[in-house]
């Protein structure tokens, strides 16, 4: 990413141990890629998790900005949150549906239930009869994830889903796939057929089956509406092909000390790493408690003005060690910042040096970042 200017921004964050900044334009030029790509699909935008950990409040309006009409969360407490953020006209779906006796809670805040399984059903089409409306829900089937929707024994044992679905309004028919991101692999083509076989008994409803790789899929996995969460935030939805999304997250984190140690002198809890000469050694207010992952240690990178400095030693709770022998100290100074994510260090690259995916990796930074939101989205 490019418009973040980090020395305004000195001041402002001069108490916190690190500046998290989110690029809300990165995040509304990612949803009009992704309105391209789909191609007459219907965009909705995944919020599930504080908007991937980047902020929903201020996420949010920039997609409806962007022109985003439809949201998932994935609990109902997230729904409510999201009912007072964007506009009347927006709607929200729950991914995880109706905990049993909240079913009137979706009624009072607006929200939209995906139902996956029988019991979610009853209690939905329950309060449909009680207050005599035929409220909107959405039904997930499970196309051979195993996770959530209805599984093939719950449809067969529901009947003909005329029946079961007339009392409420059923809206959207979804299902979700398990390995979008390898494009051939095989069971996507058999969750598609699944998913087909499965439509053809339903009336004629809106369909959905795509995440933010799936749209990349190809024409046959996008049907009425794509469901990108990742994407919007600069995951790369194609792992292994070049990245056609934004980085919406910059992380900059201080120094609070440099020193320098000798040859034999160790560094960190378990004194993994041990200096075989002289070298400069700067710790960064950052840690393990911040979504660092600790799995980072002695292998990830932090970037000084675009020169790679690496992690020495073990992540700690609050504080990381790096390696930062060779740079000029007037740039080492406590206060200065060193760049863990941003337009050196990209997302996937941080959680492919953990073992993890992006997704794990933003949605566990942390909440004791300063947080900036720079664009208007
Ligand atoms: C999380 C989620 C999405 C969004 O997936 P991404 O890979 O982040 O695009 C879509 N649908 C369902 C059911 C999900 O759980």
């Not at 004629?204 to 990108?228: E, H, K, Q, T, W």
């Not at 809890?269 to 207010?285: E, M, N, Q």
Request: net charge neutral; glycine share 10%.
């Amino acid at each position: 990413m490019n418009a973040v200017a980090h020395p305004t921004h000195l001041a402002q964050a001069a108490r916190a141990g690190a500046m998290l900044t989110v690029d809300l334009d990165a995040v509304a030029a990612n949803y009009r890629l992704l309105v391209a790509r789909a191609a007459g699909a219907v965009v909705a935008g995944v919020m599930k998790a504080d908007a991937y950990g980047l902020g929903m409040d201020r996420v949010a309006p920039a997609l409806v900005r962007a022109g985003c009409r439809v949201f998932f969360t994935a609990h109902l407490d997230e729904g409510v949150r999201l009912r007072g953020i964007v506009p009347a006209d927006c709607t929200i779906h729950v991914l995880h549906g109706p905990p049993p006796g909240t079913a009137a809670d979706f009624v009072a805040h607006r929200l939209i239930p995906v139902l996956n399984d029988p019991g979610q059903m009853r209690e939905w089409s329950a309060l449909c009869t009680r207050l005599g409306r035929r409220l909107a829900a959405a039904v997930q089937v499970d196309s051979g994830m195993s996770r959530m929707g209805l599984s093939p024994a719950d449809l067969a044992s529901l009947g003909d889903p005329r029946d079961w679905l007339a009392p409420f309004e059923p809206v959207l028919l979804m299902s979700h796939l398990a390995c979008a991101d390898v494009p051939d692999h095989p069971i996507n083509a058999r969750q598609r057929e699944r998913f087909d076989a499965i439509r053809a008994t339903f009336p004629a409803i809106r369909a959905s089956l795509a995440n933010s790789s799936a749209v990349f899929l190809g024409a046959d996995f996008r049907y009425d509406l794509v469901r990108p969460g990742a994407a919007l935030y600069g995951i790369n939805p194609q792992p292994g092909q070049s990245n056609p999304l934004r980085q919406a997250v910059s992380l900059d984190a201080r120094i609070v000390q440099v020193r320098t140690i000798a040859a034999g002198d160790a560094v960190g809890y378990g004194a993994r790493y041990v200096a075989d000469g002289p070298r400069r050694i700067a710790t960064i207010g950052v840690g393990y408690a911040d979504g660092w992952l600790r799995a980072l240690s002695g292998r990830g990178y932090a970037y000084v003005d675009g020169v790679r400095v690496p992690i020495a030693g073990t992540v700690s709770m609050d504080s990381i060690t790096l390696d930062v022998t060779g740079i000029p100290d007037a740039r080492l100074a406590p206060g200065m910042t060193v760049e863990l994510l941003g337009p050196n260090q990209h997302v996937d690259a941080v959680a492919a040096g953990a073992g993890t995916i992006g997704y794990e990796v933003l949605t566990r930074l942390g909440g004791r970042f300063e947080r900036i939101h720079v664009g208007e989205g």
